[in-house]
């Protein structure tokens, strides 16, 4: 089965409407026969981002279905992971990788995956193919 890691673009791209790429998730979804993968670092960039707004709702209803999602691996929280990706942040300072791109980078490499849900050039200067590049 194919899997794809699922990055914050992503989950704002599908629930706003006036986002350039919601037309172009949306149609990924529709037609994906696959596994996402996130983490639960992404899924608080999304809270946080929709936070705000009147998305607010939405936000909160999508983490609960992904949560209940049995194509959906949520990769929970640890002391390990936080460290790990702790350690990229601080040894790639010519990168602006946030802390949760660092994590998010650790856990593709960990399921050896190359294909991200993302238009985030960081994915790509990382290695990986971010697949909604402009």
Avoid at 96 to 117: K, P, Q, Y
């Amino acid at each position: 089965m194919n899997a794809c890691f699922a990055d914050t673009f992503f989950y704002i791209a599908m629930l706003d409407k006036h986002d350039q790429h919601h037309k172009r998730v949306n149609d990924f979804i529709r037609d994906f026969d696959g596994f996402y993968v996130t983490t639960r670092w992404v899924l608080a960039e999304v809270a946080n981002a929709l936070s705000d707004s009147p998305r607010r709702a939405a936000a909160s209803l999508l983490i609960h279905r992904l949560n209940e999602d049995p194509n959906t691996l949520i990769v929970k929280s640890s002391d390990l992971l936080f460290e790990q990706g702790m350690s990229l942040y601080t040894g790639r300072q010519d990168k602006g990788w946030s802390l949760t791109d660092c994590i998010s980078f650790v856990v593709m490499w960990e399921h050896r995956m190359n294909e991200a849900l993302t238009g985030d050039r960081h994915f790509q200067q990382a290695g990986f193919a971010p697949l909604f590049m402009d």
